[in-house]
C-alpha cells in the first residue's frame, strides 16, 4: 500500500479512503486490466470482424500485459498473499483470469452458433487457448529466467497460437475437405 501511494503521490490514508482493504485495491486493478483485454470480445459482428482477427487482438494484448513488469510484481504480490488470505485468490481469480476465460468461452461458442467455429467445450478451448498463448513464457519471466522478448516474439507467438489453434477448432466442413484421405 505505501508503494502504491507513493507511485500515485497521494498519503497511504487516501489510497485507504478509496479501498477499504488491499484486497479491494487488488480487485479493482485487476478487474481494470481484464477490461481492457475484453474489447476484441464484445465485437459481435461476424461481417466486422473474423475469429482469427479477434484472437489475435485479444493473444496480443494478453501477453503484452501478462508480461509487463507491473503485471508480473502484481501477479507475485497476489500469489504470495493468497498464501495468508486464502478468499484473496478466488477474489482475484473470479474479476481477472476467471472473467477473461468466461466472456472467451461465450464468445467462442457464439462463433459456433454462426458456424465459424467448432468448439464443443469452450470453457476448456478457452482455457487451451489462453495456455497456447502464455506456453511457459510467463513462469520464466516471473521467475526471473528470461528477459524482455525479442522483437516481434510476441507477435510470432501469437499469430502461432492462434493458427494452431484455429486449425483445431475449424468448422467441420472445413476441417473435413482438409483432411488426408484414409488409408
Known sequence: MDLIAAKAGVSK?????????????????????????????VVRDPAKSTPEQVLLSLGRDFLALMLR?????????????????????????????????AMLADYLAWET??????????????????????GRMQLRALLGV???PKKGE???????????????????RWRAAAAPPPV
Not at 78 to 101: H, K, Q
Not at 154 to 172: D, K, W
Open 13 to 41: 490514508q487516501t489510497v485507504y479512503n478509496h479501498f477499504q482493504s488491499k484486497e479491494a485495491l487488488f480487485k479493482a486493478i485487476i478487474e481494470n486490466l481484464t477490461s481492457t483485454l475484453m474489447g476484441p470480445l
Open 154 to 172: 510476441l507477435q510470432r507467438r501469437t499469430e502461432h497460437a492462434v493458427s494452431c489453434f484455429l486449425v483445431l477448432y475449424a468448422p467441420r
Open 113 to 134: 452458433r454462426n458456424g465459424r467455429l467448432s468448439v464443443s467445450e469452450s470453457e476448456l478451448a478457452a482455457e487451451q487457448f489462453v495456455g497456447m498463448l502464455t
Open 146 to 148: 528470461c528477459t524482455a
Open 69 to 101: 513488469p507491473s503485471s508480473l510484481a502484481l501477479y507475485r504480490l497476489i500469489v504470495a498473499e493468497s498464501a495468508r488470505f486464502p478468499e484473496l485468490g478466488g477474489a482475484i481469480y473470479a474479476v481477472g483470469a476467471g472473467r477473461l476465460l
